[in-house]
């Protein structure tokens, strides 16, 4: 939503920032009256990096829930929007087969 903030976390290395330059501008160029810079548009961005399961549950579970609270008087402060890219990635390489069952149990933590 316009006016609000976004969060994108990442688990896969770093922020890919040269893609998202070229999303604002994409952005902008199809809807000019917005913003009138691509830069303006990633200061709505709060960047966060989880390079472990246990990383992105402590993002998820006990970071996340302060920015998802109204800042304040400040007019459409609030977090609208969060990306994971990727939580399969974290997964994938912390389970092996037989621990199926705690991996479920933990993704359905960290969707809830």
Request: net charge negative.
């Amino acid at each position: 939503r316009l006016g609000h903030r976004a969060v994108y976390i990442s688990t896969e290395g770093e922020f890919p920032m040269k893609r998202m330059l070229q999303l604002c501008e994409q952005l902008l160029q199809r809807y000019p009256s917005l913003c009138p810079r691509a830069v303006d548009v990633l200061d709505h961005i709060l960047l966060a990096s989880a390079q472990t399961i246990e990383d992105l549950s402590q993002l998820i579970l006990h970071q996340l829930p302060s920015l998802l609270q109204p800042q304040g008087s400040r007019q459409g402060g609030d977090v609208q929007l969060i990306v994971v890219d990727s939580v399969t990635a974290l997964v994938r390489g912390d389970f092996d087969r037989s621990q199926i069952y705690e991996r479920n149990t933990l993704l359905l933590q960290l969707a809830a």
